[in-house]
């Protein structure tokens, strides 16, 4: 299987609470979120980034780690709905947000968020 429904996530939260382990959920962003940017294109810069590498793996277009395109109130709109379902799920008051393996050479290569960068630093 590769999801789960919001029934086995608490029924796993659940098993685990009580032999004592804690369940805590990551969502890396804004990177990492190629299942994101397929069921929401709009939130996602256009995928005409071939520049972007990662040391081990070699080139990868930004579709395979999914980008946020962060200049876009909807983005924020979007993956607050997201967290907020999650907060239901999990109820542990630690959550990790990732951040890490960002290609900024993608955002760089898009003119709009390349300004939304220099503006905001």
């Known amino acids: 299987r590769e999801q789960y429904s919001p029934g086995d996530i608490k029924g ?27 069921g929401l294109p709009e939130i996602c810069p256009p995928i005409d980034c071939t520049d972007c590498t990662y040391s081990n793996f070699g080139p990868k277009p930004a579709l395979n780690f999914g980008l946020l395109d962060v200049t876009k109130n909807v983005t924020y709109d979007r993956i607050g709905e997201l967290w907020t379902e999650l907060y239901d799920l ?11 393996e960002i290609f900024p050479q993608c955002w760089e290569q898009n003119p709009t968020i390349a300004n939304f960068a220099k503006q905001n630093g």
Not at 12 to 33: C, I, K, Q, W
Not at 90 to 100: I, L, S, T, V, Y
């Open 90 to 100: 999990f109820p542990d008051n630690m959550a990790h947000w990732g951040a890490d």
């Open 12 to 38: 796993l939260v659940e098993y685990a609470r009580l032999r004592g382990v804690r369940v805590m959920v990551e969502f890396d962003t804004p990177s990492h979120n190629r299942a994101i940017c397929l």
